[in-house]
């Protein structure tokens, strides 16, 4: 038997269209090949696809896989975008999603098109503007911020809380070639107000009253959250902090009022690079009289008891005590609560300026 002609670049390594092969002068009966998978009508996928499950036929439960799959889905099915869980794995996400492992595509349509029926393609239709769409390398998607709320209605409160802390953070650019965030409380609070009625918005409300700038992993989301749930002080939240030694270190989480710091220590953390610059660390905040915490993944368990019981003793060693944390947040949620009233009256004073987002969505829901 003969061996296929090779088929051009890029069709050879991941999912296409037969219009798109066609055009390029592939011929009707190389698209007949048997080592062409037909996912859905209009489409083959090339043995060795992104995601290839050893049939030929990419699965999309791989970033990657999805992505490829996705592109000529979306193509062939004509004005609709990957969405919901297909779009939470190609911006990869971080957080559990029940039934984000399904490997089929989830496609979106506006209002008033037909849902998208396809084999192994989950159809919705929706209303959706402009500036909630994107195109990325080919690939018509969601935007983040709206895939944050399409996947509100499957998603935990506190896991989309999970979602929102990474839209949120700050990004290294040393790091990732980025210097502003994915989204601001602004931009999360909008599409809120757009899609009243939404399913799921409810849950989105309460994970972005939840929300906070400065965790850096879905682990220090869960763990901040523990940590409010336990009654202990707020925590700054990767911020500089000056050990008066002439030396400034970031930690995940501390409390300066207390000396304390936390650091939650992830598997990139038993690299040997790492482990020496974890020691030097320590050795700072131990010149400089601060009880420096490791979390790790064990300490994780149970909602993060063991996480928060570690901090709690560490707090009470250094001069914490509940009923002063108490008495200052209830202070302080009264003084917020009048600054907010007097700023929604429109008779705010010389201290009532605008207050923060999430106590403005808070105050809009009473």
Not at 37 to 43: E, K
Not at 127 to 144: A, H, Y
Not at 207 to 221: F, N, Y
Not at 226 to 233: D, E
Request: charged fraction near 25%; include cysteine.
């Amino acid at each position: 038997m003969r061996p296929s002609v090779p088929l051009p670049e890029p069709w050879g390594a991941s999912p296409f269209t037969v219009a798109d092969a066609l055009s390029a002068g592939v011929s009707y009966s190389r698209l007949r090949n048997r080592g062409l998978a037909c996912p859905s009508r209009g489409v083959r996928s090339p043995a060795g696809a992104a995601g290839d499950d050893g049939s030929g036929v990419g699965t999309g439960d791989t970033a990657a896989g999805a992505a490829q799959l996705a592109k000529p889905l979306s193509r062939v099915t004509g004005r609709s975008a990957a969405s919901h869980a297909t779009a939470w794995k190609i911006w990869a996400y971080p957080g559990y999603l029940p039934g984000g492992d399904d490997p089929r595509t989830h496609l979106s349509r506006a209002a008033g098109l037909a849902i998208p029926r396809r084999r192994d393609v989950v159809g919705h239709k929706t209303q959706l503007f402009d500036d909630e769409v994107c195109c990325v390398d080919g690939l018509w998607i969601t935007s983040r911020v709206r895939t944050w709320l399409d996947i509100s209605r499957r998603m935990s409160v506190d896991e989309l809380t999970v979602v929102a802390d990474h839209l949120l953070r700050i990004p290294r650019p040393g790091f990732e070639g980025r210097s502003k965030p994915y989204a601001t409380m602004a931009d999360l609070a909008a599409i809120l107000d757009r899609h009243k009625g939404t399913p799921g918005i409810q849950k989105a409300r309460l994970a972005l009253e939840q929300a906070r700038v400065g965790s850096d992993s879905a682990p220090e989301t869960r763990l901040r959250l523990a940590i409010g749930r336990a009654g202990l002080p707020d925590p700054l939240l990767n911020e500089v902090v000056d050990l008066g030694i002439g030396v400034t270190r970031q930690p995940d989480f501390s409390f300066p009022e207390y000396r304390v710091a936390a650091e939650y220590e992830g598997d990139t953390h038993s690299l040997p690079a790492q482990v020496v610059r974890d020691i030097s660390r320590e050795e700072d905040f131990i010149r400089a009289g601060w009880l420096q915490l490791r979390i790790s993944k064990r300490h994780m368990s149970e909602d993060a008891k063991p996480a928060v019981a570690k901090i709690r003793n560490a707090l009470l060693s250094c001069g914490w005590s509940p009923s002063r944390t108490n008495r200052v947040t209830a202070d302080a949620l009264i003084w917020r609560f009048e600054c907010v009233c007097c700023y929604l009256l429109g008779r705010g004073g010389n201290n009532c300026g605008p207050p923060p987002v999430d106590l403005y969505i808070r105050c809009k829901r009473i």
